[in-house]
Every structure is written in structure tokens, then in C-alpha cells.
């Protein structure tokens, strides 16, 4: 190939990517940005970064001009002889070594500032939250309030939040891009970083990540972080200090009636005249609440849901969804009415809901009718207490999973890799290991392929019925 045509071929790369960047640009959506600090933290990082770039550009500039000066100025010509040469100078070697020094100055004085000031210690009266990194979920102690939840926290605006950082395993990162920076969470060691959540970030969700490679599923250890009023978020520390209770919720199907059940394994659809959305433009709020009710606009799936008994028949039985009810909302007005206060799932925007695809060869029985009274029975007496504590269960106990006693008022479910509705959680019951790479929690359901031990699950070795399974669910998304 002719240097021509490699260079042509090259310009051409070069304007398709710089197209391509243009175009991401372009976009005002960067909801992981960095760039948009809503935190004093954040702030301090942001002011380094823009001093450091300016300062960076500066000298960038300077050199370029003075090395394009000297290849012009002193370039080879003809006729000329050989210009005299230089062996060593005094003046110069001192000038090229006093000036990257001045410079030096220049980047180390609010750098080490910064450090000073984002690593001090938090301010007195601050909301302390230990959190604990797992292979691959996250788990937040609120010591002060005895509360213990998984992969969602919720903060008050306008206080610092002092956290604590340790690993159970191996080396995890704790980041959230809009609040704060990262911090890496290392075994036998607590590291420490705090920030305090700007007043005006009230009633907003923000993504949460490790950033330190982990195993397998590192990409799925995401979540969420809620930054509420003091008010909301005393009324969700009361809720989530009581024992778990079984909570009045919204039935599993939409206003337009009943789903008809569809073959086995096959998906639940919108049945015609329902309210489902047809265009993308409608929001993540109708997302949301397809989602919670185990539907699908038209030409979409969802995996197949199990439907629950009517309470009014069964007293022990309830709703497979986690609704949001009046006691829950916790607001009118502006104001607390009562405990547990939960952040409404239609105002959570689409960059916070998950979208990850479920296997395709993982299907669930349609039709059945889950109760929530037998759910409780089937899941105190299966593998589940031993990974799992519920308070109000005493037959639950177990520390190696996530604490699940309010688990029903969660937005997902495996980290954040999916929305926390029936239809989901029935199939990450029954296979969780095909749902996220080589998690630790077992593969329950009877003649389902357990990808890590290479075998099928059977009912002597403690697998559970689909039926079984829509019991537990039923029990779990009643969980408040």
C-alpha cells in the first residue's frame, strides 16, 4: 500500500471516531458522570481535576510551541554547513531542571491539599454506615439504628455519611461517580471515605459500582443509592427496624383484568385493551410498573409470573408484587404520615432500572398461584436459612447471603441486575447461578443444571418445585 493511500485510509478512521465522539458527546445524558459532582467531596475532586487539566494544558502548549519553534527554526537546509555543537551547558541543564520543578510546585500544592481534605476524618454527627463487600453483592450496616440491608442505601440529604469499608473476600472498590470518589475495600482493613449529599439532591437515585476487578460477576456488583429528606429517611429507619411483616399490596395484575395463563414456560403478555406503553418515549415510570405487575407492552416479555391466591380466601396468603401502599408512601404533602417509608418505583429514572436479559433456556410454570403462609413454611425449612436472616423468622439465621427481612420494599434483586418483581425473583430462586456468573447461591430448582457443581438439582438433594418456589416468592415480596 502507497503512504498515500495509508494516509487517506487513516483520515478516514480518524473522522468516523472523532464522528463517533462528537455524536456521544452531543448527548445530556451521563448519569455516571463525574464531572457533575453533587457532593462536597465530589467538589474537591472536580476542582483538582479542572486546576490539574488547565495547568496540564498550559505546559502542553508551551512545550508543543517551543519544540515546533526550534524543528522549524533550526531545521536542516541546503547549502548550509554544519552548525557548531554544544557539549554541555551549565545555565541549560540548571533552566530544564528548575522549570519541570516550579511546575512540579504548581500540581503537588492542591493536590496534597485535596488529599488533606478527602482524607480527613468525617465531621462529628455524621450517619456512620459500615458497608461490606461480597463476591458479588454489598451489604450496609446502619450501627447507630440496627438496621442491616443489601444493595440499597439510603441516604439524607444535606448530612455527611461517614462509611466504613471492609471485604469479606477478596478486594472490592466503592464508588458512586455523582457523589463520591472511589475507595478500595481490602480485607483485614477498614478504609474510610464520606460525603455529604447536597440538600437540593432529595427524592434522586443514583448508580453505585465496584471498580476493582473481583471475579466472574465484578460487572454485576452494582447499587443503588436513594438520597431522601430527614424526614423520609427517618420514616425508612423506622420501617426497616421493625421485624418483617407481610404488607398489604397491590394485586399482581393490571386495571384492564385478569392475565390468562399462558402455556407453560411461555412469557406473560399484555392482553388487548390493557394500558401498557407502545412507544419508548413513555418513560421509565410505565416500565416500572409493567414491571411490578408482570407485564409487557405489545412485542415485549416478561419471564412468566406466579399469580397470588386472594388474600380475602386466604388470610395467610398475599401478593407476589411489591407494591407501594399508602401506609409505605410514607408522605402527603411534604410530610411524614408513618413508618417505612420507601422511594415510590415510578419516579426511579430508566438509567437506575436494569435491563439484563434473562437465559433463554430458563423457563418457569405459568398459572400458579403462590401463598405466602406456605411460602414461609417451604423457605424455613429449605437451604435458604442458611445464607439468609429475616428478623421476625427466627428460623432464619444465616449471614453468608443478604439480609432479606424487608427484602419485598427493594427495587432489584441480584446486586442490582434485576428489577425486584415475581417473575424475576422466581427464576433467580430457581436458578440464580444461570442468572449471574457463578454466584454463591445454589441452584434450588428440581432438574435444573447447576452450571458450577456441572449437575442436576433433584428433589433428595433439597430442589424445590416450581410451585414451591411461587410460595417463597409470594412469602418474600410480602416482606415490607
Known amino acids: 500500500m502507497k503512504g498515500s493511500d495509508r494516509l487517506r485510509r487513516l483520515a478516514s478512521y480518524a473522522l468516523v471516531a472523532a464522528i463517533a465522539v462528537a455524536a456521544v458527546s452531543c448527548n445530556e445524558a451521563h448519569p455516571n458522570t463525574t464531572l457533575t459532582p453533587h457532593s462536597d467531596f465530589g467538589r474537591e475532586i472536580d476542582f483538582l481535576w479542572d486546576r490539574l487539566l488547565l495547568l496540564g494544558t498550559i505546559v502542553f502548549i508551551l512545550v508543543e510551541g517551543a519544540l515546533l519553534y526550534v524543528v522549524f527554526r533550526y531545521r536542516r537546509r541546503e547549502n548550509q554547513p554544519t552548525p557548531p555543537q554544544t557539549h554541555g551547558s551549565t545555565k541549560l541543564e540548571i533552566a530544564w531542571t528548575l522549570i519541570p520543578a516550579v511546575v512540579l510546585v504548581f500540581i503537588a500544592v492542591p493536590t496534597v491539599k485535596t488529599i488533606f481534605v478527602t482524607q480527613a ?24 439504628y440496627g438496621v442491616t440491608t443489601a444493595n440499597e442505601l439510603y441516604l439524607p440529604a444535606g448530612r455527611t455519611v461517614n462509611f466504613r469499608l471492609r471485604s469479606a473476600d477478596v478486594i472490592h472498590s466503592f464508588w458512586t461517580p455523582q457523589l463520591g470518589g472511589k475507595r478500595d475495600v481490602v480485607t483485614n482493613r477498614t478504609n474510610y471515605i464520606w460525603y455529604t449529599p447536597d440538600s437540593s439532591t432529595a427524592s434522586n437515585v443514583w448508580n453505585g459500582f465496584c471498580v476493582e476487578y473481583c471475579g466472574a460477576s465484578h460487572a454485576n456488583m452494582r447499587f443503588r443509592v436513594f438520597t431522601v429528606t430527614q424526614a423520609q429517611f427517618d420514616s425508612w429507619v423506622a420501617g426497616q427496624k421493625m421485624p418483617a411483616r407481610f404488607g398489604a399490596v397491590a394485586p399482581a395484575t ?73 401506609q409505605n408512601a410514607g408522605t402527603t404533602g411534604g410530610n411524614v404520615v408513618a413508618a417505612g417509608y420507601i422511594f415510590p418505583r415510578e419516579n426511579i429514572p ?65 446486586a442490582g441486575r434485576f428489577p425486584n418483581t415475581a417473575a424475576y425473583l422466581a427464576l433467580w430462586i430457581k436458578n ?28 433428595a438433594t433439597g430442589g424445590l418445585t416450581d410451585q414451591q418456589i411461587a410460595d417463597i416468592v409470594a412469602y418474600l415480596t410480602a416482606l415490607k
Open 254 to 326: 393490571p386495571t384492564g383484568g385478569p392475565i390468562p395463563p399462558p402455556q407453560e414456560g411461555a412469557v406473560v403478555t399484555t392482553p388487548a385493551g390493557s394500558q401498557g406503553p407502545t412507544q419508548a418515549a413513555q418513560g421509565a415510570a410505565q416500565r416500572i410498573a409493567q414491571q411490578s405487575s408482570g407485564t409487557q407492552a405489545a412485542g415485549g416479555s416478561q419471564p412468566a409470573v406466579p399469580r397470588p391466591q386472594n388474600p380475602s380466601a386466604n388470610p395467610g396468603a398475599q401478593s407476589t408484587v411489591a407494591g407501594i401502599t399508602a
Open 121 to 144: 476524618q468525617a465531621a462529628p454527627g455524621s450517619l456512620n454506615i459500615d458497608v461490606t463487600g461480597h463476591q458479588w453483592w454489598w451489604e450496609f450496616k446502619y450501627p447507630e
Open 350 to 414: 430508566d438509567f437506575a432500572i436494569p435491563h439484563s436479559p434473562i437465559p433463554a433456556d430458563l423457563k418457569f410454570t405459568s398459572g400458579l398461584t403462590g401463598s405466602a403462609a406456605r411460602g414461609k413454611q417451604v423457605f424455613s425449612g429449605a437451604a435458604c436459612i442458611g445464607c439468609h436472616s429475616i428478623a421476625g423468622n427466627p428460623a432464619a439465621m444465616g449471614i453468608v447471603g443478604p439480609n432479606l427481612t424487608h427484602v419485598g420494599s427493594r427495587s432489584t434483586i441480584a
Open 432 to 459: 440464580a447461578r444461570k442468572m449471574k456468573p457463578e454466584v454463591l447461591m445454589p441452584t434450588l430448582g428440581v432438574d435444573e443444571y447447576d452450571p458450577v457443581l456441572k449437575a442436576k438439582v433433584t428433589s
